[in-house]
Each structure stands twice: as C-alpha cells, then as structure tokens.
C-alpha cells in the first residue's frame, strides 16, 4: 500500500510540474494521493519536490532555483576557477558545464553506486529523477520568461548564484567571459544566434541537467518505476527553445528532435497510454489536454523545419483529440465602417455533435488575459476597417435553434484553450504551405478573427493571434498604420508586470511563438517599411542586428557611420564572430571573415558560406567547393548553401556531387525550380532520360516561362519516346519565344519515328492524291489476319491512335513555324504533307524550300548547295510520282526544266556525289517523258 502511495504522488507531482505549461480549462485540480507516512523513506524528497513544483507553478522559477532541494542536488558542487594564469574564464565555464556539473548529477543520483532492484529503491530513484527534472526545468522556464514571454526581469547571470553555500565564490567580473562562451555553445548548432538573448547560461545549464538525465535513463545506469516519462518531452521543449534563439534551422537539434518527440508519441501517443501513466487520479479532461498539445507541439515543430504534410496531419490529430470540428465558410457581412452593402465575407464555423454536450467548443477559460484584447480594441479607431467583419446572420438573429447546435460561428462562442491554439496552428500552416500573396492572407484571416473574437484567451495565444493580424494588416495600405501601432504595444506590453509569469507560460509550447528579439526585429522591420529608418535604427542596435543596422544606414547613405560603429564594438567584444561577418559584409574584407571563423573556433557557418561565396566569384571553384563542404558540414539545413554548393561542384567538374547537392536542396526546398532543372541537365548529361524527364517536370511547375527547360524537356521526352509530350514542349517554346526558337534538329528526329512507324503500319494502302485515312481503313477491314487475334488488334489500335495523334501535333507546330521561312521547316513540313498522302501541297512545301535555297551564294556554298540538291531530287521525285497519278506530263516538264538549270549553272560541284544524282534524276524523268509519249505517236 505504501509503494502504491508513493508511486501515485511521484506521478501527481510530474503531472503537476507539466501541468503548469499546458491548458487550464477545467475548474477543479485534480485530487492530491494520500499523504505519505513519515516513516517513508522518499518523504524528504517527495517534500523538497513538492516545495520545488509549487514555486514552479506559481512562476517563482529563480527561488526554485535556489530553494533546498536545489541546495541538496548542489551540495558538492563548486565553482570552477580557472587553474593556472593560462587557462582563461571560458575555458573555465566550459570545464564547469562540461565536467563539474555532471559529476554532480551523477553523484546524486548515484550512478555509480551498488545496483539495488528492490522496489523501494527503484522508487527513490524515480523521486531523485523527477527532482533533478524539476530543477533543470525551472531553470528553463526562467530562461523562456526572459527571452520569450516575459515579464522581463534581471536575474543572476549565473542560474546557481543565489545558493548560499556559493555566497562569496564568484564575481561579476566574471558574467562577460562566460556569457560569450554560452553564446558559443549554442551556435556550435550550426547556425548564429537571432539578435541579443540574455541569461543564456540558464538554458545550458537545464539542457545539461535534462539531457544529462535522460542518456541515464536510457543507457540504463540508473532505474525508476516506469522512468520519468515526461523528461522526453521536456528536453524536446529545451531544444526546439534552442533553435527559436538561431537565426536558421539546424539540422543537429532537428534530429534530435525527431527522437525525442518520436519517444514522445510512444509514452503518449493515445488517451489509453496517457491515464494508464498517470493513474487513477487523472482527469479526461487533463488526458485530452495532454495528448493533443503534444500533437500541436509536434506539428508546430514539424512546421517550423518545412516538413508541412507531417505537421498537418499532427494538427488534425489534435483537432480530433480535442473534439473540435470546425471549416471555413462563407456569409454576408460588412468590412468597413461606411460600408453599405453587404459583401461575401470568410467566416470560421464549428460544427458539433449535438448529441455530445463534451465536444461542445464554449467553456469558460481560466488563466486568461484580457490585457491585449483591450489594446486591440483601442487600435481599432485607427482604421475605418473592422477588426473583425460584422455579419448579417449575427444582426438579424434569425437561425433555427436547430441549427445553431449543429453549426455555429465560432467567434459566437467561447472556445476552450486548446481549442484556440489547434485553430491558430491551422492558422499557421495556411501561411507556411500556401504561398507568399494578398490570397494567402485572406486565407488566414476567418482564423485570426475567430479567435480575435474571443472575450478571453491565454496570453500567449493572444500574444501569438495579434502578431499574426499584424503580418497580415501590414501588408494593405488601409491598415498598415494601425499594424504599426498594434505592434508597438505588442512589443511594450512584453516588460508589462501585468499579467504575471505564470499566467504568461500557460499554452506558451503550444503556439509558435516567437522570441523577444525577433518580435522586436519585427517591429524594426515594419518602421522600415513606413519609412521610420531612424528608429528602425535605435532597435537594431539595441539587438545588435548589424545586418539589419548597416541596410539601414545604406538607406541613410551612412555607410561609413556603419562601419564606425561595428569597429567599435569589436573594440569592446572582439570576440564577436557575427560583428566580424558584418564588418566583412560591409568592407568585402575575407579577412574579416577568417577572423569570425577563428573567434568562433571554426563553428561560424555564417564566415564559411561567406567564405565560399568569394572564392567563387573570384573563379577559385575548388576552394569554394570545399568551404561549401565545411559550412554544410555545420548546419546542413540550409537550402541555399546545397545549392550553390552543386554550382561549385558543378565548375569544378565533379557532376555526381553537384548531382548530389542540387538533390539535397531540393529536399529541403521542393520548390526551388532552378535545383530541379540542374538535377534533369545532369541526368540528361549521364544519359538518365527517365529520372531527367521526372525532373523536368518538377521544374516546369515552377518554371513555366523558361523556354530553356520547355526546349530541354521536349528532347529528354523525345530520348524516352514520349513523342506527345515533346511535341507539346516544343509547342510551349513557340508560344513563349513567338515562334523565335524553332528545334528543327528535334522535329527531325520525330519525323524520321513517325515515318518509321508509317512504313511498318498494318495498313499497306498505295500512297494516293487524296486523303489515305479511308484507303487504311479500306485494307483493315478488307486483311482477315488483322482480326485473328484481338489483342494484336487492340495493340494495333492503341499504336495507330498514338501516331495519329503524334502526326497531328507535328503538323500544327510545323503549320506554325513555316510561316517564319526557313528551309529546313518547309522539308518538313513536305514530308508531313506525303505522310498524309497529299502529294499536291507536299510539291509546293518542296518548291518552297527549294526557293529558300536559292540565292546569290549558292553557287558559292558548297554545303548549301549539296542541300539544295537533295532538296530538289525530293521535288523532282514527288512530280514523277503526281505525274504518275494523274497521267500528267507536266509535272514531268517542270522536274525537266527544273533539273537541267540546276545541272547546268552547277558545273562547278561537278566532282560532288549529289551531282550525279541530279544526272541520273534528269534521266530517270527524260525516260519517263518518252515512255508517256510513245502510246500518242
């Protein structure tokens, strides 16, 4: 009974500690488990954790920090000096995060001591886990509070300077050497950070002790009941925090992220899984609330790395957990305040099961702020434009009550928590997957306003719908200015006491919010775009964003104020490797980028890539290649970089690499049409048609106005035999370039396969004047072996259906480009004539392109007169084969005629083979003359 007692308050404290970030609809806490007698061996623990947890939940994360069960954790630990005058503070704050401090952990939860199976100790385990947990997660809570959600208040630089037992140990003097290494430790990602953070030690020192006690639980050196399978989820929380403070994606904590959800969704990936963890005392409401903000963080996580498909199915999930059913509709409504008539609006609406009084979406929220609802409210006399849409169905009042049970609007209703942030992540994959436009806006904005609607809603989700209305509203002129104001107050409201710390994390995981600096950069960003150049500045240098700085001091043609200042804050902090990147980006120095690469102990992606940039425009293709290598090497999240590492590869002849990298970044960037056309030119090059054409067809989605793929597409189809699909290509480069590029040498290519299949038809009929469609249709019925077997019949068929088809789009692209002039366009388009079997146009498209032969050079140019030859011997044959048809002698005249001029003023390619030809073509219709003349004698 008593281990039961003991178990069920370690899983009630756990619950409680993630409790404090998720959402609190439901009125009531869920029942405390009896209290544990005191003869109990994990009583002490169980109080230090119970003290430690309430401190949590009530926001006072640094007094957890220094509270007693902070103080039993840290009772050996010391501060680390440097040892000898050569060793200096960073590499002492290294030796402490790196050494020190898990020796602690170690020590406390005794790894190394006798393995003991007995139940009891395997309980004291779990309560020695759970309470370094706690610790490592109010640490970072207390970073989240100063650089996400705020209230933001200065703390210790140092997470344990307020123990007791370090009073006198260390100095301020110290904070400067050792911040500049934690800035270090977390750009050693792959990636800078995003703008000016502060108290960065907190967030190593929780990763250290979370992820610390995590590989103990998994390598099995330490043992608890069920272990503590929150930890999972908590060090995924740590490390996606961390990727929010850098300035691009980082394809280390991505993977690690992966893991650590994955194990995620097996400990709670459905409702049966997370009560049968968390026992008796349980609430549905509590396990619904678990499992779909897991779903919602996953998604957002997903989202966040581009993998979009993955995300959206994690936000259904979470809709569906949550019982919320809801799509975009439409109504009449008003937009403006002087409008009059009623225009078509987007409306959110929820659909519920009436039978069903839980899947209802109204409740009335606890833990709420109505602080930026009011500052919405008192933006919106800066603009006629409504906030949100006023609609008819709303004024008349005129629906059923049947019907608003089963649909209502949702901005009509009150909306759980989680139900508010499952429609603002919904609201967040419209943004990232849709693309960039005025559409994509109004696409989110039935969501926005839904929950803009609400009368109360957490901070967080409030903070995160007013800056997605912002985005929105700054783009349209009417409401830009209001955009502007709102955004001021978003950002002033963040050192507001009001509302207070705890109130601030709840739903704060379950949101994509942002960081501080970045919602400051935001509003910089947004004072360039009205023109405020002055005070975008004053926010830039506060963040120390010189990129964003010198583009404005561009603007003010103040490049020299730019460098003068980044100098001299390289006077101050010259260990500052993105100061030196921005001096390189600023003065086009390498040196300055060596520099940054050496300041950073060769961890700077941003000096690498920057690097690799000036050795290729200085032509240094190799090097290039090899810093690209280094910098990806770092951080291989970046699509850009795959890229332009496949255009170095590509210089320097190494085609499977640069096949490899324009590979890579197309799998980071589906929609980079410029990687795809390269992936199908080397395929093309390695003579892999099939995988070109597939990827040909990926760029042209993206490409379509690119005659140079169009044209590159039809030859990779015509290579695989897919004659359509060339010829269609072929269609699309004449409409592009209006009728300019003509590829005669590809329309060659399918004449000679459609003449080849002509030939070897079933149909033999004899070539005629007239149309030879009704003479093959004549002989199939009239041949008894077409039919002996139905499926050479129907192969036949499907065949002879390809090659019409195929015959009748080269005949529209060559009626097309034959009205441009040009020889060669006119054989072809004689050849296509008597592929029809009309031998009449198929003379004048001959005589045509004899014509276009002719000229003052062509007794000149021999190779343009062996063209003419051919030419006409294919002329002088077709009115041998007329003259045949019709009995005529006067196509034989005019081949006479035509051929003694060309034989006569040609003496001079006498000794060329196609002379001869001409000779005995003369001959041949001289015969014929005399042979229609004797019957008349």
């Known amino acids: 009974m008593a281990q039961q007692q003991e178990i069920e308050a370690l899983r009630h404290l756990e619950l409680r500690l993630l409790r404090c970030t998720l959402p609190s609809d439901h009125p009531s806490q869920p029942p405390p488990p009896p209290l544990l007698t005191l003869s109990s061996p994990c009583s002490i623990l169980h109080s230090l954790l119970n003290a430690v947890v309430s401190l949590i939940e009530s926001g006072n994360y640094l007094q957890a920090l220094s509270s007693s069960a902070s103080q039993s954790l840290f009772a050996n630990l010391k501060f680390v000096s440097p040892e000898s005058e050569s060793e200096s503070e960073s590499e002492s704050a290294s030796r402490f995060y790196s050494d020190s401090l898990l020796e602690c952990v170690d020590s406390f939860l005794n790894v190394n001591g006798s393995e003991n199976l007995e139940p009891e100790s395997m309980e004291l385990k779990g309560y020695k886990v759970l309470l370094v947990m706690a610790i490592g997660v109010s640490a970072l809570l207390a970073f989240i509070q100063c650089n996400i959600t705020g209230p933001v208040e200065k703390l210790p630089w140092m997470p344990l300077m307020a123990l007791s037992t370090w009073e006198g140990e260390i100095g301020e003097g110290d904070s400067v050497e050792w911040e500049a290494w934690a800035h270090k430790e977390l750009m050693s990602a792959g990636s800078e950070l995003r703008g000016k953070f502060s108290n960065l030690q907190y967030i190593i020192f929780a990763k250290t002790l979370l992820t610390r006690t995590k590989d103990l639980l998994s390598e099995g050196s330490i043992t608890s009941i069920g272990g503590v399978r929150s930890l999972s989820w908590w060090v995924a929380r740590l490390l996606f925090s961390q990727q929010k403070l850098l300035d691009g994606r980082s394809s280390f904590l991505f993977d690690l992220l992966q893991v650590f959800m994955r194990e995620c969704l097996c400990n709670f990936g459905s409702l ?358 280094s910098a990806m090497a770092l951080n291989s999240l970046y699509p850009d970089g795959w890229f332009a590492l496949g255009a170095a590869s590509l210089k320097s002849r190494e085609v499977d690499k640069a096949l490899d990298a324009f590979t890579r970044a197309v799998q980071l960037d589906p929609e980079n049409g410029e990687a795809w056309n390269n992936i199908a030119c080397l395929h093309m090059i390695k003579k892999k048609s099939k995988e070109s054409s597939i990827a040909f067809k990926e760029a042209l989605k993206l490409k379509r106005d690119s005659w140079q793929m169009w044209e590159n597409y039809s030859n990779v189809a015509a290579d695989i035999g897919n004659f359509t699909l060339a010829l269609e290509a072929v269609k699309r480069v004449l409409d592009i370039t209006k009728k300019k590029r003509i590829d005669t040498e590809l329309l060659e290519r399918i004449m000679m396969e459609v003449e080849r299949r002509a030939s070897t038809s079933v149909s033999q009929s004899p070539v005629t004047v007239g149309n030879s469609n009704h003479a093959d249709l004549d002989n199939l019925h009239a ?76 007794w000149k140019d021999r ?55 001409l000779v005995g073509c003369l001959e041949q219709v001289q015969e014929a003359l005399g042979a229609m003349s004797v019957p008349c004698a």
């Open 863 to 917: 190779d343009r007169f062996v063209k003419f030859a051919y030419a006409s011997l294919e002329l002088c044959k077709v009115y041998q084969e007329l003259s045949l048809c019709n009995s005529s002698r006067r196509e034989l005249f005019a081949a006479e005629m035509h051929l003694k001029n060309t034989i006569k003023q040609a003496e001079s390619f006498s000794d060329t083979e196609v002379f001869g030809l």
């Open 783 to 858: 041949n008894g072996n077409c039919v002996n077997e139905s499926t050479s019949v129907e192969a036949d068929s499907t065949r002879t259906r390809e090659t019409e088809h195929v015959i009748q789009l080269l005949g529209e692209i060559l009626k097309q480009i034959v009205q441009g002039g040009g020889a060669e366009a006119w054989g072809l388009y004689a050849r296509w004539h008597k592929l029809r079997g009309d031998l009449a146009m198929c003379s004048e498209a001959l005589l045509k392109q004899v014509r276009s032969y002719q000229g003052s050079d062509l």
């Open 272 to 629: 049966e899984e997370t009560k049968d963890y968390w026992g008796p005392n349980m609430l549905d409401e509590d396990a619904l609330n678990i499992l779909s903000m897991l779903h919602l963080e996953m998604g957002i996580m997903e989202l966040y790395y581009g993998r979009v498909d993955a995300s959206r199915l994690h936000f259904e999930s979470a809709a569906e957990t949550s019982k919320l059913q809801f799509f975009v509709s439409g109504a009449l409504g008003f937009r403006t305040l002087h409008q009059v008539e009623p225009k078509a609006q987007l409306r959110l609406v929820a659909g519920t099961n009436s039978g069903d009084s839980s899947t209802s979406p109204m409740h009335k929220l606890n833990n709420v702020d109505d602080s930026l609802l009011q500052q919405s409210h008192e933006t919106c006399e800066e603009s006629d434009v409504l906030m949100t849409p006023r609609f008819v169905a709303d004024e008349r009042n005129s629906e059923s009550h049947e019907k608003e049970v089963e649909t209502h609007a949702i901005a009509a209703s009150q909306l759980k928590a989680v139900h508010q942030a499952v429609i603002l992540a919904h609201s967040l994959a419209i943004e990232k997957s849709a693309r960039s436009d005025e559409l994509q806006k109004w696409e989110m904005s039935p969501y926005i306003e839904a929950i803009d609607s609400q009368q109360s809603s957490p901070y967080a989700l409030r903070y995160f719908c007013n800056l997605l209305r912002i985005r929105w509203e700054s783009t349209r002129s009417r409401t830009k200015q209001r955009a502007l104001l709102m955004m001021e107050k978003l950002v002033q409201g963040i050192d507001d006491p009001s509302p207070g710390v705890a109130q601030r994390i709840y739903c704060c995981f379950g949101v994509n919010i942002p960081t501080i600096p970045s919602s400051r950069k935001e509003f910089g960003d947004l004072l360039v775009s009205c023109g405020l150049i002055g005070e975008a500045v004053k926010v830039y240098e506060d963040l120390e964003l010189w990129d964003n700085l010198i583009y404005c001091y561009q603007l003010l043609d103040k490049k020299a104020a730019a460098i003068e200042l980044i100098k001299k804050r390289l006077a101050e902090k010259p260990f500052d490797s993105r100061l030196w990147c921005s001096l390189g980006d600023v003065t086009n120095d390498d040196a300055c980028y060596e520099k940054a690469l050496e300041v950073s102990g060769s961890k700077s992606s941003r000096a690498l890539r920057s690097l690799a940039r000036s050795a290729y425009n200085r032509n240094d293709y190799e090097k290039s290649r090899v810093l690209w290598e």
